[in-house]
């Protein structure tokens, strides 16, 4: 088992970046940790690809993960994004974030 350990401000930055528009239903907003760097040689091809109405984008603290109820398949989360990026990861939504950091301040 993998542990992942983020200090509050790592969380507040997550928050503070996360780069979706408003439109988006938050609730399908999701953080991707890891405890590592994601490996930019791998992570480069995969921002690049198209994952239909699912979207992800890079952060300095963690990639965010946009995955709508409506979307046909749900290719990314963390198993996929595992095996692709060779790094162990975990996702939590946006509000949970807020949550933990909450608890903290």
């Known amino acids: 088992?993998?542990?992942?350990?983020?200090?509050?401000h790592q969380f507040a930055t997550a928050i503070a970046e996360q780069p979706f528009s408003a439109t988006l239903d938050k609730t399908r907003i999701h953080l991707v940790f890891?405890?590592?760097?994601?490996?930019?040689?791998k992570l480069t091809p995969l921002l690049q690809e198209d994952f239909g109405d699912e979207i992800i984008?890079?952060?300095?603290?963690?990639l965010y993960l946009y995955l709508p109820r409506e979307a046909k398949k749900k290719p990314l989360y963390t198993?996929?994004?595992?095996?692709?990026?060779?790094?162990?990861?975990?996702?939590?939504?946006?509000?949970?974030?807020?949550?933990?950091?909450?608890?903290?301040?």
Request: positive net charge; glycine residues 2%.
């Open 34 to 41: 890891s405890q590592d760097s994601f490996p930019v040689d």
């Open 1 to 8: 088992m993998t542990v992942i350990v983020k200090a509050p």
């Open 79 to 105: 198993n996929y994004l595992e095996k692709r990026l060779n790094c162990a990861m975990t996702a939590r939504k946006l509000s949970v974030i807020h949550r933990l950091l909450e608890m903290v301040s």
């Open 57 to 62: 984008k890079q952060g300095s603290e963690c």
